[in-house]
């Protein structure tokens, strides 16, 4: 960033607006629909003000009908148009998830690439303030197994923006997860962190790079979404110990940036994968088995720090102890390095 | 079918009980949330959604059940609770995310279950519906007495699962009825702008079921409505869909501005507001005097006051626990 460049810090929630805003604009066919995406801007703000811009024709509320307007969006990305769809919740994927897997990951592979399927599929992940097993879960992993849907997880808003831009213009399916706690709503509590400068004039994040969000030597500590701030956090306080801690924010689950993790973790030796969705077959096996299969000697064995394999329960006791954090992080390396000594 | 006196009491206790367990509910949601609104914090973290002014939904219904029957409910679930007797102590102090709740914290306000009286609820919409047919489909298996009730808002009657279980419970003319609560609103989107037809008791039709509306947010009429499906149903004759105007007195959940609602719509809801209403129809009908009324309010009120102190005094479960009752 240049001196010369004014601040104009956002949140992840303004940040995805402004992208779709900036599409509809140029782009007639790019549309919005989902529950409540009109006049109240969807329940996370993430549509704030296209109702207003653009009208309930290209920004229409739908019934709470999932598999009829996620097939919709199939049908109507198949016959030209770029819808945009929201999933409120991730956790309400079960009542549509065969219009997603079956249909809008299938049809450009069954039409022998004859039919694209340009669908952003927006939804939003975790927990943190006790809102239940049926609304907190991150299933980053669900969406990432199955073949044929590019998948996104931004961690701040710069990165929301170019990422929702360019899974506008990308031909394919792209499942947009965005995490509550970092989408800058007062009322869910805020990561700070994520409310960063955002440009004003459009530009694209790619998809299928992660990014370096700190370098370090020791310990690569790869996050998703929340999982990147509870790192950086980590790293801060692992570096007054004397321990240089680099993070990976991975930003795209689908395609996975293996390349980039697998450099650092060749510099540091270690890994720590941080991840709020469940810990078993989830993101942070997919990468430790990438990294293994790659034959990088490590200095300990890997470690992963993610949802145990419980539903997600309501009170804040339970929920809190259960959820990944800075400390978890830390006790991971300590962990590590016992196994080293031995 | 009619109401006794004694029914109509039991109705208005219930829904005097519901209105003020809900009003200390919304009072204790906002300790420590405020100045800024922050749903994470204070004795009740979370989503909360209240269902003030839909009792007559749950007491018309409920009237006609006991504890063997199944009553699966939504999101907004407490009146409903009420009305099937749920435990009000362990099921406030789930609220409360304790040890004493219903599941130990696990749960919480939008999972609420107790297995002594056949009630849950889910966060998911129209998900309750196929428990519900099954739990029917299993007393009909069994030979079991009992039906099933499930209830959903207009929005859930847009969900596939409203569709498919209608025609299952149908075809295999099973022992459960179906109740639309029609509070107008899913969220911000009105049922206009969701539902293409204006009653969806004419969808029953679809289904081959019989089909009733209930209008005016009447105790005694869904009473009635709901006596006759319910009737059918332990006669074996199959499942109904019944359908109740009725009002969301409350946002969709604390901390919804309501910016959706035409100007003036709260206060005409509230001049309609059913508790009063069924007050002057006791006093008109029955001499219900003024003192009666009075101890009738300061008893519900104690009782719900004391499940608050219980759920205030009782502990936290210890983290760890968690990760029991996964498996049993
Ligand atoms: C499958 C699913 N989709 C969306 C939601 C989000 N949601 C929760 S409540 C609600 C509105 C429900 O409206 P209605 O069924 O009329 O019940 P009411 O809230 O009015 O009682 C929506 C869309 C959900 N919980 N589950």
């Known amino acids: 960033m240049t001196v010369a460049t004014k601040e104009r810090k956002l949140t992840i929630a303004r940040a995805m607006a402004e992208a779709i805003a900036q599409e509809m604009r140029i782009d007639e066919k790019v549309f919005v629909m989902g529950e409540d995406v009109g006049t109240l801007g969807g329940v996370f703000g993430n549509t704030r003000g296209l109702h207003e811009e653009f009208g309930s024709v290209r920004v229409r509320d739908t019934p709470i009908s999932e598999t009829a307007f996620m097939g919709a969006a199939v049908g109507a990305a198949s016959d030209g148009m770029r819808p945009i769809v929201e999933l409120m919740f991730v956790d309400f994927f079960g009542v549509c998830f065969d219009a997603i897997y079956n249909l809008m990951a299938k049809n450009t592979y069954f039409s022998g690439g004859e039919t694209p399927v340009p669908v952003v599929l927006m939804t939003s992940t975790g927990g943190g303030y006790s809102d239940g097993g049926q609304h907190s879960q991150c299933l980053h992993a669900t969406f990432a197994h199955l073949p044929g849907m590019k998948v996104v997880a931004p961690s701040n808003a710069y990165d929301a923006k170019g990422l929702m831009t360019a899974a506008i213009r990308d031909n394919n399916p792209v499942i947009f997860m965005f995490h509550k706690a970092l989408q800058g709503m007062g009322w869910l509590g805020t990561e700070k962190d994520a409310i960063v400068h955002v440009p004003e004039e459009a530009y694209e994040v790619p998809i299928g790079k992660a990014a370096i969000v700190r370098e370090g030597s020791d310990v690569t500590i790869v996050g998703i979404t929340s999982g990147v701030h509870h790192g950086l956090k980590a790293a801060r306080t692992l570096a007054e110990r004397g321990i240089s801690a680099e993070v990976v924010d991975l930003r795209s689950l689908v395609p996975l940036d293996r390349d980039t993790v697998l450099a650092s973790v060749r510099k540091t030796g270690r890994l720590i994968v941080v991840d709020e969705d469940y810990h078993s077959y989830g993101m942070s096996a997919e990468i430790i088995s990438s990294v293994a299969e790659q034959g990088v000697t490590l200095k300990a064995p890997p470690q992963r720090v993610a949802y145990p394999d419980i539903p997600i329960p309501f009170t804040p006791v339970m929920e809190q102890w259960a959820l990944p954090s800075p400390e978890k992080i830390i006790a991971a390396f300590e962990k590590m390095q016992k196994m080293e000594t031995r | ?328």
């Open chain 2, 1 to 328: 079918m009619k109401p006794s006196k004694e029914q109509q009491l039991w109705m208005y206790e219930h829904m005097l009980l519901s209105r003020y367990f809900e009003e200390s509910i919304e009072t204790i949601y906002m300790e420590g949330k405020t100045p800024a609104f922050n749903m994470a914090k204070g004795p009740i973290p979370g989503e909360m959604h209240l269902s003030n002014g839909q009792e007559p939904c749950a007491v018309g219904v409920c009237a006609h059940l006991n504890a063997a029957d199944v009553v699966t409910s939504t999101h907004r679930p407490h009146h409903v609770a009420i009305a099937k007797g749920v435990d009000l102590d362990r099921m406030t102090a789930e609220i409360f995310g304790k040890k004493t709740g219903l599941s130990g914290g696990r749960g919480g306000h939008m999972h609420i279950f107790d297995a002594a009286v056949n009630f849950s609820c889910s966060g998911i919409i129209a998900q309750g519906m196929g428990p519900a047919v099954g739990a029917a489909l299993s007393r009909q298996m069994q030979q079991k007495d009992g039906v099933a009730v499930a209830f959903l808002g207009e929005g859930a009657a847009n969900q596939g699962a409203f569709h498919e279980t209608l025609n299952l419970a149908a075809v295999w003319k099973l022992p459960v009825v179906f109740v639309i609560e029609d509070n107008a609103w899913g969220i911000s989107v009105s049922k206009s702008a969701s539902t293409a037809i204006e009653r969806n008791s004419q969808r029953a039709a679809a289904y081959g079921m019989p089909g009733h509306f209930v209008p005016g947010n009447d105790p005694l009429a869904v009473f009635e409505a709901a006596g006759e499906a319910i009737e059918r149903a332990r006669r074996g004759e199959g499942p109904s869909l019944i359908e109740i105007e009725t009002y969301r007195l409350a946002g969709h959940f604390m901390g919804d501005a309501e910016g959706y609602r035409p100007e003036g719509e709260k206060d005409a809801l509230f001049a309609k507001d059913p508790i009063p209403k069924l007050r002057a129809h006791l006093h008109a009908q029955y001499g219900w005097t003024d003192s009666d009324d009075a101890a009738l309010v300061t008893r519900c009120n104690a009782r719900v006051d004391s499940a608050i102190a219980f759920a205030r005094d009782s502990a936290y479960p210890a983290p760890e626990e968690a990760m029991e009752k996964v498996f049993v």
